[in-house]
């Protein structure tokens, strides 16, 4: 195998194009795991890192069907409205929504590995333009598959630190419900734009901005709100569960 200067350049742009590609995602999957048991919560994202590294392999080996996954858009971003439904409209008040619902068994699964499974489906749903775009850089596997996986293991930290965000201001809830939305309309727009139903897509610039501006207007009332104190017990957690 022979390596150029220009195969580590694309990586490295690869890297930076994943995290741009898939900065909403990491809001929704750390709100997704939210609700697990702290001590969970690391297996979780554990798990669906390994999850995202299989489904990003057997993706980039397969790139020129995974057009075909357009559904799974369609698929996201009606559950994405749906938990921003269930969440301001299913969950009472301010202070209740602020309390992250906990997670429930699905399909059988206990909640845990429910919870995995829908990190995944999101996931794939946020993966298909990310992985397109990378093939269309390089025609090496190699090159696409390190990018890919790089920004994967760079995502995964950025999620961390949104749930230690989030436990520390938990009114943030409201406005990160409120991302989940726009996210999920901007899979739907895409959706029917792959179908030829419209002919308008969100820009990435518009849809990132927009998602700055709601997660910093949210987090300037959080503050003034002041950060919740951790109980003993959340602490305690959080040390043995820090140190596994």
């Known amino acids: 195998m022979h390596i150029q200067l220009s195969d580590l350049f694309t990586v490295g742009l690869l890297v930076v194009l994943e995290g741009l590609l898939s900065a909403d995602n990491a809001l929704v999957v750390a709100v997704m795991i939210l609700g697990l048991p702290r001590r969970q919560q690391k297996k979780a994202l554990r798990y669906g890192l390994v999850g995202a590294f299989a489904f990003r392999i057997a993706a980039t080996l397969l790139a020129v069907y995974l057009i075909r996954l357009a559904f799974v858009k369609l698929l996201g971003g009606l559950y994405l409205v749906y938990l921003t439904y269930q969440h301001f409209f299913r969950s009472g008040d301010a202070e209740q929504r602020s309390k992250p619902r906990p997670a429930k068994p699905w399909l059988g699964l206990p909640a845990l590995w429910g919870t995995v499974v829908k ?6 749903a946020f993966s298909v333009d ?20 790089i920004g ?5 930290v950025v999620i961390s630190q949104l749930l230690a965000i989030v436990r ?45 501006v709601v997660f910093l207007a949210a987090y300037v009332i959080a503050r003034r709100k002041g950060p919740v104190a951790e109980s003993d017990d959340e602490a305690a957690t959080a040390l043995i569960t820090d140190n596994e």
Do not use: Q
């Open 119 to 124: 990190v995944e489906l999101v996931n794939i």
């Open 130 to 149: 990310s992985i397109l775009v990378a093939v269309a850089m390089s025609s090496k596997t190699w090159v696409v598959l390190a990018g890919g996986l």
């Open 152 to 156: 994967i293991v760079a995502m995964r």
């Open 168 to 212: 520390r201001y938990p009114t943030l809830v409201d406005g990160a419900f409120i991302i989940i939305a726009i996210v999920g309309l901007k899979l739907l727009i895409e959706y029917a734009a792959a179908m030829s139903w419209i002919h308008f897509e969100m820009p990435k610039w518009l849809s990132l901005g927009v998602i700055a």
